[in-house]
């Protein structure tokens, strides 16, 4: 089954850096576009970055631009989100997601688990 594994979220001060990872299984990664998504308390889940399949295109939440970059290792199945220059108001449950078109036709959108960023001093 599909299996999206978030990891490398936790507590930095204001203007520091984290690296997000998801580790995907359960389809062929290579082949599908993914993105980072985050909720903050008490607001709507918004998508933070995108990149295509063979991670030649990305997209950045304008909030985002110029800090967070996104990017892929096909060969390990996984991405990655940079994070720069954060925010307090950066601080959120980050999640990964896959949008999957299988072989029937169905498109299954997936969920990881979500891995918490605070920012603050």
């Known amino acids: 089954q599909v299996q999206l594994v978030e990891s490398g979220g936790g507590l930095v001060q204001p203007g520091g850096s984290l690296r997000l990872s998801c580790a995907a299984s359960g389809f062929t990664f290579s082949s599908v576009p993914m993105s980072w998504y985050r909720q903050a308390p008490g607001k709507e889940r918004e998508l933070v970055a995108s990149?295509?399949?063979?991670?030649?295109?990305?997209n950045y939440a304008d909030s985002v631009k110029g800090r967070f970059t996104i990017s892929r290792d096909n060969a390990k199945n996984t991405v990655f989100l940079q994070m720069n220059s954060l925010k307090p108001e950066d601080s959120a449950v980050y999640y990964c997601?896959?949008?999957?078109?299988?072989?029937?036709?169905?498109?299954?959108?997936?969920w990881g688990q979500g891995t918490q960023v605070t920012v603050s001093s």
């Open positions: 997601n896959a949008l999957v078109t299988w072989r029937t036709g169905i498109l299954g959108n997936y």
């Open positions: 990149i295509t399949s063979a991670g030649g295109r990305t």
